[in-house]
C-alpha cells in the first residue's frame, strides 16, 4: 500500500465514454465511468484509472445526463453508491421491474449482490454518483442481463470471455482463440433473486437525512457488522457531519478513504494540510495520523470507508 497520501480531485477526474457493453446501445450511449482507485469493473482497454493500487476495495464514479441508464447487470462483490449530484431511480430483477428506489443527493444504497440491478438519471441536470466496489479485483467483472448483450451486439459491441470488450464498428474483432462470453442459461438465471422493493429499501438503503441526524456527536456508521446497513462488504463506511465533533489526530489501521458529500473539509494529514471538496477522493495509507475539521461555515458531510480483515464476497442478507 501506498505510504503517502493519495488525493484526486473531482475537477480532474478523467471520464471513459465506452466503458462496457452498453456504451452504443440508445438510452445508455452516453454515460461516462470513472475509475478512481483501482481498475473497477470496466471493460474498455481505453479507461483511466488514477490510483492502480488498491487498499482492499475499489472506488470509482458514474456520470450521465438526464435519461441516461446504465444498464442490467450484477456483481459478485459489494457495490455501494452515494449520490454526489442529481437524482437517480435504483431499479432490479431480470427485467428491472422487480422493485425500484429513488435516491437523492447524499443518499447511499448497498446494492446486494448476486441481483441485476441499473440505475438511470431522472434529474434535469448531469448527475454524477460516487462507487465503493468490494475486493482489489471489485469481484473480477460485472455479469450482464442477456438482452444487454444481444441488444450491444446489434449495435457493434462484443464482450470476449477475457472480459475485453471488442467495437466491431470501429474495425476490432475478437481475437483467434478467444470466443464470446457465454449468456447465461434460463437454468443460470432462475438463481438471481428479485427482492422486493420493501427488503432492499429497508436493509440497504440509508437517506442522508436520517445519517445527519444519527452523526450528532460522533460519526454514523453506516456499513458493517454493527452500523446502519448491516453487511461485512471487506470494508466499513461512516459518516461524519460538522456535529460529529471535531477528530484530532484519528489513526487507522488500515488504509482509509475520505469522500466529502457536502461542504469543505480541513483534513491536517502528516504529508501536510489538503482541503477537499465534494467529489474528491483522499486515500489515507495505514496508520497515518490526521486531523479532521470543516473548513468553512454551513452544512458539511463526508463518507469515510476503511478496510476490514473480512472477504469481499456475497452481501450478508436474507433476500
Same mark, same amino acid.
Given at each position: ?136 479485483? @471489485? ?5 450482464? %442481463?442477456?438482452? +444487454? =448483450?444481444?441488444?450491444?451486439? #446489434?449495435?457493434? !459491441?462484443? /464482450? ?29 438465471? @432462475? ?5 422486493? %422493493?420493501?427488503? +432492499? =429499501?429497508?436493509?440497504?438503503? #440509508?437517506?442522508? !437525512?436520517? /445519517? ?108
Amino acid at each position: 500500500m501506498t505510504a503517502t497520501p493519495q488525493l484526486v480531485r473531482y475537477g480532474d477526474l478523467v471520464p471513459c465514454k465506452t466503458a462496457f457493453i452498453d456504451a452504443h446501445t440508445p438510452g445508455s450511449d452516453r454515460k461516462e465511468n470513472f475509475t478512481i482507485i483501482g481498475g473497477g469493473v470496466s471493460e474498455s482497454p481505453d479507461q483511466h484509472v488514477h490510483i492502480r493500487e488498491t487498499p482492499g476495495f475499489n472506488i470509482g464514479a458514474a456520470g450521465q445526463p438526464p435519461f441516461c441508464r446504465n444498464s442490467l447487470h450484477s456483481h459478485r462483490t459489494a457495490e455501494v453508491f452515494f449520490v454526489l449530484s442529481g437524482r437517480w431511480r435504483f431499479f432490479w430483477g431480470r427485467w428491472g421491474t422487480a422493485g425500484e428506489v429513488i435516491l437523492e443527493q447524499g443518499d447511499i444504497i448497498n446494492i446486494p449482490t448476486g441481483i441485476f440491478r441499473g440505475f438511470e438519471n431522472i434529474g434535469t441536470d448531469y448527475g454524477m454518483i460516487m462507487a465503493v466496489l468490494g475486493g482489489d479485483d @471489485a469481484g473480477g467483472g460485472v455479469v450482464w %442481463a442477456p438482452q +444487454v =448483450v444481444e441488444e450491444a451486439s #446489434a449495435h457493434g !459491441l462484443v /464482450l470476449g470471455q477475457s472480459g475485453r470488450l471488442y467495437d466491431t464498428k470501429q474495425g476490432e474483432a475478437l481475437p483467434e482463440g478467444e470466443a464470446p462470453m457465454p449468456l447465461l442459461t434460463e437454468a443460470e438465471l @432462475a438463481e438471481f433473486p428479485e427482492p422486493k %422493493a420493501a427488503g +432492499v =429499501v429497508s436493509g440497504f438503503v #440509508a437517506r442522508y !437525512l436520517d /445519517l445527519v441526524a444519527l452523526a450528532d456527536g460522533a460519526p454514523a456508521k453506516v456499513i458493517g457488522a454493527e452500523a446502519k446497513l448491516k453487511d461485512r462488504p471487506g470494508f466499513e463506511m461512516d459518516f461524519v457531519t460538522r456535529r460529529s465533533g471535531a477528530e484530532a489526530q484519528t489513526r487507522h489501521s488500515k488504509p482509509t478513504v475520505l469522500m466529502p458529500v457536502r461542504g469543505h473539509w480541513r483534513v491536517a494529514a502528516e504529508a501536510g494540510p489538503q482541503t477537499l471538496a465534494p467529489g474528491d477522493t483522499f486515500l489515507i495509507p495505514v496508520e497515518w495520523s490526521y486531523s479532521l475539521t470543516p473548513a468553512m461555515e454551513g452544512e458539511a458531510a463526508l463518507y469515510r470507508v476503511t478496510a476490514t480483515d473480512d472477504p469481499a464476497g456475497p452481501t450478508h442478507w436474507d433476500g
